[in-house]
């Protein structure tokens, strides 16, 4: 019998039946006994022997854009520090949310302004954003905006990009502190260029989320004004199309970035790809005005990417 | 009686057509073809194709049967006679994710029963799981706890707590207390109650959550994560808080707080 091997005691009156974990001498021991008692083994008809392949959380499955009702949005929603912006609580049903401003779009113009402003310590969740139905290209204007922007430390819960515009959410140089950007759940679709930017200090953490065609699912700048060693964190990620890399970290800063000698690292957990794409690339950070370049030295990219 | 007839005369014309499709010629290979939207009346009606179209647009890919399934909320029929049907691949999938939203909408417990029972279509309970998920969390998550032990509940399950949390805390955070401590759920409670929204919003009961994990090491690791959340948010305030934690020693806060440092 594997290790591993569970038993699962389907009890009356029970919704979720009572798993007991077996290990391997408990169960050879616990089988002789029932081979000299058959009448108490048939006392355990209700036992159903189940493999389970480990324990750990997985990565979560392919997911869709829920059915949503278009809302029109002309103007940045700016979500107070320390609140939630939840879609479903606010509206009733899921919405999808459609900027009609010029500046709102979601093209792949810099000029545009995010469809959310996450304050210190907001949230939003529970939302569709962008416009799904204009079809596969990664190049539409489906009225994404620039995406959620987050000043401080925010969370973005169960939040579906229909079709990423510029960017599909940006962790921004906060007004003080340091940064944490929580995306937790949802998905992403359609993304011409980078998912998710990290311009800011601090942590960007990416968990139980699915993406397909996209660019890159995370990408540290690489010529900020102000550069910044940033941490990420992916854990339970899945990945369908992939056009350019699942994630790109400056692996080194060059002198031009003013923080020569440091890194970023991201700790990578449960991130399920399998196209051809690197699943993590290091790029030498620089300074404004600059073009970053790979990083060639494969121990400062083997020092950023961790794979756990 | 009526009612008797006429559900007789829908299982007439469900074998029928079964029948029909099994004397049948094996499926030809499907054509290369650009993708298209199929235009039936019976699709238009339930909005699985777009209005019909003007004149000099391709045609519609002809989808034997389905218009009438549809019609007769047949869902299990429809998917047989879409899957048999010569589309290309991208059309084919196209028009099956339009008809299994449909069907999760309508009777989305029927439509994961029917995914998890028939041979074949196994693949098909995830999509229908997921969208089911999408307008009632709490209901495809508790059909996939009652589904039989092993890994596709337990991702299921996983999955359904991860929406109905975001979805409804309040509800999945008390379903979740109505069970004593289960290795089952440990990986959904420590995911929930060991990030940032719930450390940030209700402390408390993101506590209380981890106390309740079973395995001893996962609860540890749940245990560090919420202290880091914890210090994130606020440092100052991060010790008091763990102070109050139930079930947790000193020397494991000492412990946790040393980590922090």
């Known amino acids: 019998m594997p290790p591993g091997l569970v038993v699962v005691a389907l009890t009356p009156g029970s919704r979720i039946p009572l798993l007991l974990n077996i290990k391997s001498k408990d169960w050879r021991q616990g089988m002789n006994g029932f081979s000299t008692t058959r009448r108490l083994w048939r006392g355990f008809l209700g036992l159903v022997l189940v493999a389970v392949a480990g324990t750990a959380a997985a990565a979560p499955g392919v997911r869709t854009v829920p059915a949503c009702t278009k809302v029109n949005i002309s103007a940045t929603i700016n979500v107070p520090a320390g609140t939630t912006w939840d879609g479903v609580a606010k509206y009733g049903k899921w919405v999808c949310l459609v900027g009609t401003a010029s500046n709102m779009k979601g093209t792949q113009s810099e000029s545009q302004v995010p469809m959310f402003k996450l304050n210190n310590g907001s949230t939003v969740k529970n939302v569709v954003i962008g416009d799904g139905s204009l079809g596969s290209d990664t190049n539409l204007a489906a009225g994404g905006a620039d995406g959620v922007h987050c000043d401080g430390q925010c969370n973005i819960t169960n939040v579906y990009w229909a079709d990423v515009g510029e960017d599909g959410a940006t962790l921004l140089k906060p007004s003080s502190g340091t940064a944490k950007l929580t995306i937790s759940g949802g998905a992403a679709f359609k993304a011409k260029d980078k998912l998710f930017q990290h311009n800011g200090n601090g942590t960007l953490v990416i968990q139980d989320f699915y993406a397909d065609n996209i660019g890159k699912l995370y990408r540290s700048c690489g010529n900020c004004s102000t550069q910044f060693a940033r941490k990420l964190t992916v854990s339970g990620v899945r990945l369908g199309k992939v056009n350019s890399a699942g994630i790109g970290v400056n692996s080194s800063y060059d002198s031009k970035s003013g923080i020569a000698g440091q890194a970023d690292v991201a700790t990578i957990t449960d991130l399920v790809y399998s196209g051809t794409k690197a699943k993590c690339e290091g790029y030498v950070g620089t300074g404004k005005g600059n073009e970053p370049v790979k990083d060639s030295n494969s121990a400062n990219v083997a020092r950023a990417c961790v794979f756990k | ?261």
Do not use: C
């Not at chain 2, 029909?20 to 054509?31: I, N, S």
């Not at chain 2, 019976?42 to 549809?70: N, S």
């Not at chain 2, 509940?153 to 996983?158: D, G, I, K, T, Y």
């Open chain 2, 1 to 261: 009686m009526k009612k008797n007839s006429r559900q007789l005369a829908v299982l007439l014309a469900a074998a029928a057509g079964l029948g029909a499709l099994a004397l049948g010629q094996p499926p030809v290979e499907p054509a290369p073809a650009a993708p298209q939207a199929a235009r039936g009346p019976v699709l238009q009606m339930i909005g699985l194709a777009q209005p019909t179209a003007d004149a000099g647009e391709a045609p519609a890919p002809d989808v034997p049967g389905l218009d009438r399934w549809m019609g007769q909320r047949e869902f299990p029929q429809a998917v047989l006679a879409l899957q048999r049907a010569p589309l290309a691949a991208e059309t084919r999938e196209q028009l099956l994710q339009q008809l299994l939203a449909r069907w999760a909408e309508v009777a989305p417990e029927q439509a994961a029963r029917w995914a998890l029972n028939t041979p074949g279509q196994a693949d098909l309970l995830a999509p229908l799981h997921d969208r089911w998920l999408q307008q009632d969390a709490r209901s495809a998550t508790v059909f996939a706890s009652m589904l039989p032990a092993g890994a596709e509940r337990q991702a299921m399950l996983e999955e359904g707590l991860l929406r109905w949390t975001a979805q409804d805390g309040v509800a999945a955070r008390d379903w979740l207390r109505s069970y004593a401590p289960q290795p089952e759920l440990d990986a959904a409670i420590a995911r929930h109650a060991g990030g940032d929204e719930l450390a940030r919003y209700a402390p408390h009961e993101a506590m209380d959550l981890v106390a309740r994990i079973a395995a001893p090491e996962r609860r540890w690791q749940a245990w560090q994560a919420l202290a880091r959340s914890l210090h994130d948010i606020d440092p100052e305030g991060a010790a008091s808080l763990l102070a109050q934690a139930p079930g947790l020693l000193p020397a494991e806060r000492a412990r946790l707080l040393d980590e922090l440092r």
